[in-house]
């Protein structure tokens, strides 16, 4: 991976110890300074626990909320006699708080959007409320005659607890906010306190009443109101906060993603980032005269909001205004904003009455969170339809991720996409099948081979005992006789020994190894050989003969059952000794076609599978039904694409995408018809066959759930996200057919032919988001399950790590199930998500070295590869169609958790399909893959070099 050893253990140590929170907590043991009251002298009692019902940690601190940010209730109104001056709204979106300072019925009272608002009681009169985004908490500055006092009402099961005191004043609060946001580890709440008649500072207080300080002041100095623990520190590494030298300041928003407080002096508007663990200098903003700028919840849109005009501008930083909300009213004051971002609730002007209003947001981003890495580009996609994908120059799916995942300047939250396991299932089935193929079908086909030849030599079978013997040479690397010459030459030539039932000519280039038999030159060997002795076909006075002898019939039977989970059914009715043989109960009698019945059935009865039942019966054949074929008239339909397997296995948008091509071949919608009328339903079940080939039907299930899924996240667009999960399908499926290629008969078509500073800032940490698919996650644990079964005879080392796999993704199945019903996923299952890349790569890496267990695996074989499926050959034309796997994409989707929308980065598959001459294998498509395009049905992606 080449990182550097000191990033490696910086993320190890992060992960153990809970990420930089739990270094910023520990505070190195010391205990923090009593809260004071500078104003009267008075200390204040510090809480030993949070009077709340949200859990502390160890310190005493909040840890990061796990709330769901539910939904407010859209445009409903509030008549109050007089004015309203404050609002808050409870982070779960189910009531909101407004302040009457006029003491008439109610100063404080909650409003639950569908009755009269109920009083809430306190001594003295509310002047400014806000929320806590952490777990609910009203924190409420009230005036009781000459004292102010600022005071925290937490919220439990049964509603507000009694109030709790955490700052005093003999001087006027005001400008109430509590960021989301966490300054060593624990809450802070800042306001506006006067210094003079009028006059005005900005001062920070916890949670627990502790470490006040000031902001700003009126010489730039630290005063007494600020903590003296905080004011006057001896050690060097822990300076004092800094403060801005304002002689009035008030705040007006903290930005919950960067800490940035917004402020406004007496003359204009100006921001102060958090840096280094403290505040930097201000810097002046570009407001009207009059106007206010507020940070929204999500950490990037702001509020523009200006006494003098109808409404509020939703806005990006500096730029024009995005949406105006609420453009036909006049509010008494800035909204406030929903914490999932999608509502805010004003305070409309009405005279000597106010309407408290509830107003959507539209714009498509304004729920969503962490936008603050995501390139402009990236954002309005996401804007516009929720996902963004570019090309990348990986070879590994698993390589985004960990870049992303070494990247801690800027942690973005991750994508969990079930692509990433999927290839971790490919790469352990690829193991399973070729250590199978080069441990045991390898040995017994020698051993086939030799009873064929003691057979042959005792019946006076020369011709069978000469194909017997020279694929045996074959299969130990020896090519050096006429037959191995012609097989090594891939060029179509004529056998001498394959004469039955005639000496027609050989496609020799089909012998060529691909897919997972080039990792050895033992596997290309078995490729080869097997290619060869595969040819053979017997007369009737050899078949009888063979199938007389008992050393022949066992070794053909245990050759083919080495790989029986693995392989499909075949669907000829005799197999190569002439027993009879049943038809699969998926292929119907009446679609086998006319070449199929006519050829001689081969040693090793090659899998024909529901994939294949589907798609041959796309294109023209002869000897058929007239809805298991297409026209057999020009146009011919010579090759099937990847849409009529999926729209074969029940998938309305693969069918729907299919439409235009029913204009040249209109018959195909009947064929359609009658496909998804048999395979709509759950194909992995014992209806379809026996043990023989239970895991690829099991595999083929996987494509079936991901393409007929209909369920839709909420911010991508139906389109575009259903095109993915039908992307995704055909990826697996395209690993599946990769390892298969030698098994699998090949269908065709058929015509007439270390911290230092003030405080530590936390903001919320990147929350990443999982594929919303608790059914195809299921599905695919249970899958590493099995295969990890059929693994322990073979490497127990193989099926460990298949084991492992297949433990997380159940809780990826858990996760994907709580994300889709919008509960919050809680730390570990987060800290899971964000670990994503590591949980995919390590038993990625550990199964593709199985096949490599004397060198070693100096690295993976690259994901990109193709396969052959199915071919359309007459007289001076050979067409082959193949799927294929691309480099991966790198994207990022906005999905759903906890009410809100993040844009998680990962990376899927990306499918191919080439039409060429003769059968390619992977070595010659990754030379053009990056000039390959993906199928015209799929949304175009962006290169990464897009602007």
């Known amino acids: 991976m080449n990182k550097p050893w000191w990033a490696l253990g910086l993320v190890l140590a992060l992960g153990a110890a809970g990420g930089w929170a739990w270094w910023s907590r520990s505070s190195g043991g010391q205990t923090p300074p009593a809260p004071q009251n500078v104003d009267a002298s008075v200390p204040l009692a510090a809480p030993t626990t949070d009077s709340g019902t949200h859990p502390v940690d160890a310190w005493g601190n909040l840890p990061w909320p796990q ?45 639950r959007f569908d009755a009269a608002p109920t009083p809430i ?15 609910g908490t009203l924190y409420v500055i009230t005036q009781n005659g000459s004292q102010w006092r600022l005071l ?11 109030a709790e005191e955490i700052y005093r004043s003999d001087s006027k609060l005001s400008d109430l906010h509590c960021p989301t946001v966490l300054w060593n580890g624990e809450e802070r709440c800042f306001f506006a306190a006067e210094h003079q008649p009028g006059l005005t500072q900005i001062l920070s207080v916890r949670r627990s009443g502790q470490a006040i300080y000031e902001l700003t002041s009126p010489d730039g100095k630290l005063g007494a109101r600020t903590d003296p623990a905080l004011r006057e520190r001896d050690d060097p590494e822990l300076s004092p906060p800094a403060v801005a030298q304002e002689l009035s300041a008030q705040p007006l928003s903290i930005d919950p993603v ?59 930083p500096g730029g024009p205004v995005l949406e105006r909300v609420g453009k036909t009213e006049r ?89 990433g396991v999927l290839e971790v299932l490919g790469a352990g089935f690829q193991a399973v099948f070729m250590l199978a193929e080069r441990d045991l079908s390898r040995p017994k086909l020698r051993a086939l081979l030799i009873a064929i030849e003691e057979a042959a030599a005792q019946h006076g079978l020369g011709r069978v005992g000469n194909i017997a013997e020279r694929t045996r040479r074959m299969l130990e690397g020896d090519f050096s006789h006429e037959e191995g010459r012609l097989v090594l030459a891939e060029a179509p030539a004529v056998s001498s020994l394959h004469t039955v039932p005639k000496a027609d000519p050989i496609d020799f280039a089909d012998f060529h190894p691909r897919g997972s038999y080039t990792t050895s030159k033992e596997l290309e060997s078995y490729f080869r050989a097997f290619k060869y002795f595969n040819l053979l076909a017997l007369t009737d006075e050899e078949r009888q003969k063979l199938a007389q002898d008992p050393k022949v019939v066992g070794a053909v039977d245990v050759w083919i059952a080495v790989q029986d989970p693995f392989v499909w059914p075949a669907r000829r009715t005799v197999d190569l000794l002439g027993r009879e043989q049943k038809l699969p109960p998926y292929v119907r009698p009446d679609c086998v076609p006319t070449r199929v019945k006519e050829q001689a059935p081969h040693p090793f009865p090659l899998g024909f599978g529901i994939d294949g039942e589907i798609l041959e019966s796309t294109v023209s054949r002869l000897g058929v039904a007239p809805d298991c074929t297409t026209k057999n008239e020009d146009p011919y339909r010579k090759l099937p694409n990847g849409l009529d397997l999926l729209t074969g296995l029940g998938s309305a948008e693969a069918r729907r995408l299919q439409k235009p091509e029913l204009t040249q071949h209109p018959e195909l919608a009947a064929v359609h018809t009658q496909l998804a009328a048999r395979f709509s339903e759950a194909i992995d079940g014992s209806k379809w066959g026996g043990p023989r080939g239970r895991f ?31 992307e995704t399908a055909l990826g697996t499926w395209v690993n599946l057919r990769h390892t298969t290629v030698l098994v699998n008969e090949g269908t065709g078509a058929q015509m007439g032919g270390a911290w230092f500073g003030f405080e530590f800032l936390e903001t919320e940490p990147p929350r990443g988001v999982i594929d919303p698919l608790p059914e195809a996650w299921r599905h695919l644990a249970s899958m590493l399950e099995a295969l990890e079964v059929l693994a322990q005879p073979i490497d127990p080392g193989v099926a460990k790590e298949l084991a492992a796999a297949a433990e997380s993704t159940r809780q990826y199945a858990t996760l994907a199930a709580k994300q889709r019903d919008g509960q919050p996923l809680g730390n570990p299952g987060y800290d899971a998500i964000q670990n994503y890349g590591r949980a995919i790569e390590h038993p990625f890496l550990k199964l593709q070295a199985a096949l490599h267990p004397l060198e070693g695996i100096a690295g993976p074989d690259p994901m990109i590869k193709i396969v052959d499926v199915q071919s359309w050959k007459v007289p001076g034309e050979t067409l082959i169609w193949h799927v294929a796997l691309g480099r991966p994409q790198a994207v990022t989707v906005l999905l759903g958790d906890r009410g809100l929308l993040v844009p998680g980065h990962g990376a899927v598959y990306s499918y191919h399909e080439v039409i060429a001459e003769r059968p390619l294998d992977d070595q010659a498509f990754r030379a053009v893959v990056d000039q390959t395009p993906r199928p015209a049905w799929l949304p175009p992606i962006r290169t990464a070099t897009t602007p």
């Open 67 to 111: 709330l769901h940010y539910g939904k407010i209730p859209i445009d409903r109104r509030l008549e109050v006699e007089g004015v309203v001056t404050d609002l808050a709204l409870a982070p779960q979106g189910d009531e909101a708080y407004l302040i009457r300072p006029d003491g008439k019925e109610w100063s404080l009272a909650r409003w």
């Open 121 to 135: 009681p306190i001594v003295g009169q509310a002047q400014a409320a806000a929320a806590s985004g952490f777990d």
């Open 152 to 162: 925290k009402l937490p919220r439990g099961a049964d509603g507000l607890a009694p």
């Open 258 to 316: 960067t800490g940035t407080l917004i402020y406004r002096s007496q003359t204009r508007l100006f921001q102060r980032r958090y840096v280094d663990q403290n505040w930097e200098a201000p810097r002046a903003l570009a407001a009207p005269p009059g106007g206010t700028i507020t940070s929204t919840p999500n950490g990037w849109l702001q509020l523009h909001f200006h006494p003098g005009e109808n409404g509020v501008g939703l806005t990006e």
């Open 331 to 419: 509010f008494r004051g800035v909204p406030e904003v929903a914490a999932n971002g999608r509502a805010l609730l004003a305070a409309v002007d009405q005279g000597e009455r106010t309407v408290i209003r509830s107003y959507a947001i539209q714009h498509p981003l304004a729920p969503v969170r962490f936008l603050k890495h995501v390139a402009p580009r990236i954002r309005a996609e996401l804007a516009e339809q929720g996902w963004s994908a570019w090309t990348t120059k990986d070879t590994q799916l698993y390589q985004e991720y960990e870049r992303r995942t070494y990247d801690v300047e800027h942690p973005v939250p991750i994508y969990a996409a079930i692509d």
């Open 696 to 726: 690829v039907r099991s595999w083929l299930r996987m494509v079936q759930l991901l393409a007929n899924e209909t369920y839709v996240p909420e911010g991508v667009s139906a389109e575009r996200w259903r095109g993915r999960l039908l």
